[in-house]
């Protein structure tokens, strides 16, 4: 099978880009499922209702989020009617809403969506790893799940590599999220798990992690907030990765980063790097 992610879509340019593109992309790769990460989409803040049904509609089969999840507060009611949605899995027991699903694909697999958050650098949570652990036993590849997918929100590189080599043969695919730079380290790890330390954001790039560049800038001369961040509202690219799912083992055979549109659209190769390759 075959599984598209896309990173954390920021703002109205994010949106965009994310509308315009996802139903040629489902249609042109034949997508047997994908999965968005919504949780910046609201003015970089959330996400409403509205907006996950847009994205739901043009080809999203369910919607992850992160430490955001709940920022715009309509989530905490809207989120227990829309089981599509999934936040992080590790938040404290009573809060609205799961943080695992399970979904139906286009080929008729189940997948399980996971969504959990790191706790390096970022606020006190339950255990990522114990709370996932729980999941995956509980529902086992090619048992309970056809496929796995973990989307793990975190700050720390070390913590989405250790998650990645704890849950490697057991998952399809684990996927970072939260830094909003794409990494350059997917592969396909030793035990068929599908890795890569961060998808990227779906947003503007000439910007500071989707934000206009004008706050940050000033936070960090002058200590000071100014004013609210706001999404940055250039030309924005799509990025996340793209996951082949063996349809008897429920491993990856392989992944591919994607990058579409906006500033990191692939350049022409350096011709003095070429020669040397
Ligand atoms: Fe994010
Ligand atoms: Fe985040």
């Not at 598209?4 to 047997?32: C, I, N, Q, S």
């Not at 560049?213 to 936070?219: L, M, S, W």
């Amino acid at each position: 099978m075959r599984l598209l992610f896309v990173g954390d879509v920021v703002g109205r340019t994010g949106r965009r880009v994310l509308l315009e593109t996802l139903p040629r992309l489902r249609k042109r790769y034949a997508l047997d499922f994908v999965i968005v990460n919504g949780e910046n989409a609201a003015g970089g803040f959330g996400i409403t209702e509205a907006i996950l049904g847009e994205f739901l509609e043009a080809g999203a089969d369910c919607v992850t989020l992160g430490n955001h999840a709940f920022d715009q507060k309509d989530a905490l009611v809207f989120i227990d009617r829309q089981p599509r949605l999934v936040r992080p899995l590790n938040l404290p027991k009573g809060t609205p809403g799961r943080g695992a699903g399970l979904y139906k694909a286009a080929n008729g697999a189940d997948v399980l969506v996971i969504n959990a958050l790191g706790r390096v650098f970022m606020n006190e949570m339950d255990c990522p790893f114990r709370a996932i652990d729980a999941e995956v036993t509980a529902c086992k590849l090619k048992q309970g799940a056809d496929a796995i997918f973990i989307d793990f929100h975190a700050e720390a590189t070390s913590e989405k590599q250790s998650a990645g080599h704890f849950l490697d043969g057991r998952v399809s695919a684990v996927i970072g999220t939260h830094t909003h730079a794409p990494t350059s380290d997917h592969r396909v790890m030793r035990g068929g798990t599908a890795y890569m330390s961060d998808a990227g954001m779906t947003g503007d790039y000439d910007s500071v992690l989707g934000m206009d560049i004008t706050e940050p800038v000033h936070r960090f001369l002058t200590r000071i907030p100014n004013e609210r961040f706001t999404p940055a509202d250039g030309a924005a690219t799509l990025a996340g990765a793209a996951i082949d799912i063996d349809d008897k083992t429920g491993l990856a055979t392989a992944i591919m980063p994607v990058r579409l549109g906006g500033v990191l659209a692939p350049t022409e190769p350096l011709a003095w790097i070429e020669r040397e390759i």
